[in-house]
């Protein structure tokens, strides 16, 4: 065994003075020098499922929003979880080692201090995103979980929350937690009959037209669509190219739409069509349209959030089960202070706000008993408790308005991915509640008014300075720089504005948002000064 770890490792030099960093992301940098680091996560997926016994590990090989060129890897916990942050800082120390006996010696010193039955099954599920660079990669991947002796399932080309949903599938088989059925099949018929049983008869107010950003969301949605009768929903598939990997996240996608503020140049979308965007591997979606008068208006991740938590606050009074749990909201401090103002003051329900990267988003849902959770990018999605399941299942409804509403609620429990973010899950959910609340994007749009805001990224010598608190949204060092944001925020109508170091860039962040445009940017312009 230790041969042929020293013997995989052997084939994929790491690339030289290049320094791997497993981020929020995993591992996600230009595909050219990805080679070593996956043959390294296969070693490292099979470590983690002897670990767990031989439950079985998911790989991903994806970078999302990032272009054509990029490429990543991110391993996925039994449950359809993110990787425990332990293994994030073994991943990162296997990449890092230099030679293939080091390799060998880390994965067996590893397995020793940690108490891993080297003998143990190891079983992992693969999948990757449309990126040319895919076909290489997974064969790097392939060469390490060979090496270790793991059993492996490839599944080709999926979306990354597909991958998360048959990693959770195949280790609740035959449990009472059983999730699904491990197939892509499964998955699409869950999804179909969830949809049908969550609308309950009701239509959706004329089609969806959803941009694939040229990325694996195209064909999947193109197979999903065929579990969804067109009388309940009519959805146009946009930016599907596939063939063309170059075109991938190029001008179109739920990051361009959020970053740029605009609908893809290539959008034929006429005044009040309800338009959404998917990013790269499907994990993230945009809702947006134009107004009357050619407006654009983007409803993001706050807005999805919004809309779930009154949705499933209305459900849930319905059912008469207002009393058995609450609902919280859980929001990063890039959330608009307006949409944070709704959930508590008009919806009444519990905000939580955590650092961001959806992990910590996860972890604080989870203390929830219904969590709703959302990046302002549109990485979100909503888990419910074990008990909160339980009493969901079991709940005896008194009269029929309580019978009708819970079929709703029950539906929408399976309709939900509550392994991970999954734009297509959550496209389905925003169309069910559109279609139940019999709104148009003006309506949702109604619920509150943003606060104007502005995002900057700015270039410094050395971000690792910049050390932040409170979820982010307080510096504590370079010493002295939070009273000077403080000062300029004070001066400002409805002002708040923060700084943090990107995790996933090489640079400082600033968000602000006041009572006006011109105070928004205005508050961020000075706050980039200070940090500059
Ligand atoms: P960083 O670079 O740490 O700000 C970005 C996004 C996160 C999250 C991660 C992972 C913003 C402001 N930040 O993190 O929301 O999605 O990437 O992809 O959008
Ligand atoms: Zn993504």
């Avoid at 991903?60 to 800082?89: C, F, Q, R, Y």
């Avoid at 809309?307 to 209305?314: H, W, Y």
């Amino acid at each position: 065994m230790a041969d042929a770890i020293a013997a995989a490792a052997a084939k994929h030099p790491p690339a030289e003075k290049v320094k791997y960093q497993y981020g929020t992301a995993g591992f996600r940098m230009k595909a050219d020098i990805l080679d070593s680091v996956m043959t390294r996560c296969g070693l490292i997926a099979a470590l983690r499922s002897r670990s767990l016994k031989g439950r079985w590990i998911g790989v991903m090989i994806t970078a999302s929003h990032n272009p054509p060129e990029d490429n990543g890897v991110k391993l996925v916990e039994p449950m359809g979880n993110m990787l425990a942050e332990d293994w994030e800082k073994l991943s990162t120390q296997m990449a890092n080692l230099q030679t293939p006996e080091e390799v060998s010696k880390f994965y067996h010193e590893t397995a020793t201090r940690l108490k891993i039955d080297r003998t143990a099954p190891a079983r992992v599920v693969i999948a990757r995103d449309t990126r040319a660079s895919g076909a290489r990669l997974l064969a790097c991947t392939l060469e390490g979980l060979k090496g270790a002796g793991a059993e492996y399932k490839d599944f080709g080309f999926l979306t990354t929350p597909q991958l998360h949903y048959l990693v959770r599938c195949f280790n609740t088989e035959g449990t009472h937690q059983e999730y699904g059925k491990p197939t892509e099949v499964g998955y699409y018929e869950k999804m179909g009959n969830a949809f049908q049983r969550a609308l309950k008869g009701k239509e959706a107010a004329g089609s969806l037209t959803v941009d694939c950003a040229n990325g694996v969301g195209g064909p999947k949605l193109t197979q999903l669509i065929k579990y969804i009768p067109k009388e309940a929903l009519e959805i146009i598939v946009v930016n599907d190219n596939v063939i063309k990997p170059e075109s991938l996240n190029v001008d179109c996608g739920a990051d361009y739409v959020k970053t740029n503020q605009r609908a893809p140049p290539s959008s034929k979308a006429g005044p009040n069509d309800r338009c959404c965007s998917l990013d790269g591997d499907a994990d993230r979606v945009m809702y947006y349209f134009k107004d009357a008068n050619n407006v654009f208006h983007l409803l993001d991740g706050d807005r999805i959030a919004t809309l779930a938590a009154s949705f499933l606050g209305d459900l849930v009074r319905q059912c008469g089960l207002a009393d058995s749990f609450k609902i919280g909201v859980v929001q990063t401090a890039y959330a608009n202070g307006a949409s944070t103002q709704y959930v508590e003051r008009d919806l009444g329900l519990q905000v939580v706000c955590t650092n961001t990267g959806v992990k910590y988003l996860h972890h604080a849902a989870e203390k929830m008993d219904i969590g709703v959770y959302f990046e302002a990018n549109g990485h979100g999605t909503i888990i419910f408790s074990e008990a909160t399941l339980d009493k969901i299942a079991e709940y005896e409804p008194r009269n029929p308005g309580q019978a009708q509403a819970l079929e709703v609620l029950r539906a929408c429990v399976e309709l939900i991915n509550q392994a991970v973010g999954d734009a297509l899950s959550d496209m389905l959910l925003v169309e069910v509640i559109l279609a139940h609340k019999q709104w148009s994007c003006n309506e949702w749009l109604a619920t509150y008014t943003d606060l104007p805001n502005r995002l900057l990224k700015v270039k410094v010598t050395d971000r690792g300075l910049f050390q932040a608190t409170d979820a982010e949204r307080k510096l504590v060092k370079p010493e002295g720089v939070q009273a000077r944001i403080d000062d300029v925020v004070k001066k400002v109508r409805q002002g708040r504005s923060f700084a943090r170091a990107s995790g996933t860039e090489d640079a400082v962040r600033v968000y602000a948002e006041a009572a006006t445009r011109a105070e928004a940017d205005d508050l961020a312009n000075k706050v980039a000064k200070i940090v500059e």
